[in-house]
């Protein structure tokens, strides 16, 4: 499968504790990013990565939330002292070098809990 | 300001009913209209992406189109198997790197 992946698919966690998510992405793909998506909501842009670089970041992502793609290749998502408010579905995307401009290719999220 | 509506919110169809789901955008320079499948507990699958008024893409049951204002995706003959989420989108702020999705239709075909 060459496809986005993400890992965990699924994380309980209780409040306070922290937590980090994985993506890999399309292996050609140089472009990267993380979104958030709640119930019955769409998918909410939280950053982007351009090789290692992070370009954008959502001025709604608080300072609990950190990404990295250390080499351009995986990128993690740690979130400090979780909150209920942060239960969600977290979905990274990949694009690049050989789709065209602004096409998105996403991975099967990974779903957090906060108890 | 950049908005991305879609209805309706959820729309029930017998199997073989032809319906269209609708999504109105406003934004400033568009650089794109992006259609999404997404099914309960997955990330996204990627449909059609759209650039200018009047083009139209087709896939199996469906077909984008687009105006100035709105994009339509028409479903002909539906089957159980196309029940899902539809989500639009468009890419906004200056670079464009931010995808700004609506809440989505969600479609249930029943047999």
């Known amino acids: 499968d060459t496809g986005v992946s993400q890992d965990p698919r699924h994380k309980i966690t209780k409040r306070g504790q922290n937590v980090t998510f994985r993506c890999d992405p399309i292996?050609?793909?140089?472009?990267l990013y993380w979104y958030r998506q709640t119930l019955g909501q769409g998918p909410e842009f939280l950053t982007y990565f351009q090789n290692e670089a992070q370009l954008e970041k959502s001025r709604l992502l608080s300072d609990r939330f950190s990404a990295e793609r250390p080499k351009g290749s995986f990128s993690t998502l740690e979130i400090q002292r979780t909150e209920q408010g942060d239960s969600a579905m977290y979905l990274c995307?990949?694009?690049?070098?050989?789709?065209?401009?602004?096409?998105?290719?996403f991975g099967p999220g990974t779903r957090l809990t906060v108890t | 300001e950049d908005q991305v509506t879609q209805s309706p919110e959820a729309l029930r169809l017998q199997e073989g009913e032809s319906s269209s789901l609708n999504c109105s955008y406003t934004?400033?320079?568009?650089?794109?209209l992006f259609w999404y499948r997404q099914d309960p507990g997955k990330g996204p699958e990627f449909l059609f992406t759209l650039y200018s008024a009047g083009e139209e893409k087709e896939k199996e049951r469906l077909k984008a189109t687009l105006t100035k204002k709105e994009s339509f995706l028409h479903i002909t003959a539906p089957k159980p198997e196309d029940s899902a989420t539809y989500l639009c989108?468009?890419?906004?702020?200056?670079?464009?790197?931010?995808?700004?999705f609506g809440t989505g239709t969600s479609l249930t075909v029943i047999p």
């Open positions: 989108a468009v890419p906004r702020g200056d670079t464009g790197n931010q995808f700004y």
């Open positions: 292996s050609e793909h140089n472009r």
């Open positions: 995307a990949s694009s690049g070098r050989t789709t065209p401009l602004y096409e998105q290719y």
């Open positions: 934004v400033s320079g568009l650089r794109g």
